[in-house]
């Protein structure tokens, strides 16, 4: 099935920084959808991609789209410990969201 | 009110038992899933169910068995438990093509 992969696996900021995760596919994505999970806690919806391009800011969170709909990336300006947590892309497959495929996560800890 | 509510929250048994945990939302969606998330923290699907109706079953080996009464429930049962069964039990609703909204997971223990 298809799948997504996520880079890094971990990444280690001091309190300030900024943080990227990225999430690639082989093959052209209907959407995208970004999760966080805190430790210890459950995934909560942050948002979804769903146009070539697409770009979308939630505070200091920025997502993108990538043109080809293969890519995607999670941007956070100024990291709080409060970012602290593991960051799932996911993909629906053929179209649908009735089977959400995860990426493997990135695990984001904040120096403060 | 907690949106999707599943109990136990944790869950210690011995290998060979039978267990359930139910899962409940009051977010109206249509579409219920469960998801295994193991000690690495991979989210893995297990099954969808749209109004009732089993859609997706991830070749789940048969001891599990889901049982959704009405769209708001989505209860799964669990035979014969085995040591690898051990991981975060993940029960979460949606709205078609939109972001999910996760239970708060049953740490299933099997010693």
């Known amino acids: 099935g298809q799948q997504v992969m996520q880079i890094p696996q971990y990444q280690h900021v001091q309190e300030g920084e900024d943080f990227t995760t990225y999430c690639n596919s082989s093959?052209?994505?209907?959407?995208i959808q970004w999760y966080k999970q805190r430790p210890g806690g459950h995934p909560v919806f942050l948002i979804q991609?769903?146009?070539?391009?697409e770009v979308k800011k939630q505070k200091r969170l920025t997502f993108q789209f990538g043109e080809a709909k293969k890519n995607s990336s999670l941007h956070i300006t100024a990291t709080q410990t409060t970012d602290v947590g593991t960051y799932f892309c996911?993909?629906?497959?053929?179209?649908?969201?009735?089977?959400?495929?995860f990426g493997k996560g990135t695990l984001l800890t904040v120096n403060p | 009110d907690t949106a999707v509510s599943q109990t136990p929250k944790y869950l210690v048994t011995q290998m060979g038992n039978d267990k359930s945990i139910k899962c409940e939302q009051n977010?109206?969606?249509?579409?219920m899933y469960w998801y295994k998330q193991d000690s690495k923290k991979f989210l893995k699907i297990m099954f969808s169910?749209?109004?009732?109706?089993?859609?997706i079953n991830e070749t789940v080996p048969n001891r599990f068995s889901p049982k959704s009464p009405d769209k708001a429930h989505l209860n799964l049962h669990i035979n014969s438990l085995e040591l690898g069964d051990s991981a975060v039990y993940f029960c979460?609703?949606?709205?078609?093509?939109?972001?999910?909204?996760f239970g708060s997971g049953t740490r299933l223990t099997v010693v």
């Open positions: 979460a609703s949606s709205e078609f093509n939109y972001g999910y909204t």
């Open positions: 093959t052209t994505l209907s959407n």
């Open positions: 991609l769903v146009k070539s391009g």
């Open positions: 996911a993909e629906g497959s053929g179209g649908s969201n009735y089977k959400l495929t």
């Open positions: 977010l109206g969606h249509d579409t």
């Open positions: 169910y749209n109004n009732k109706e089993l859609i």
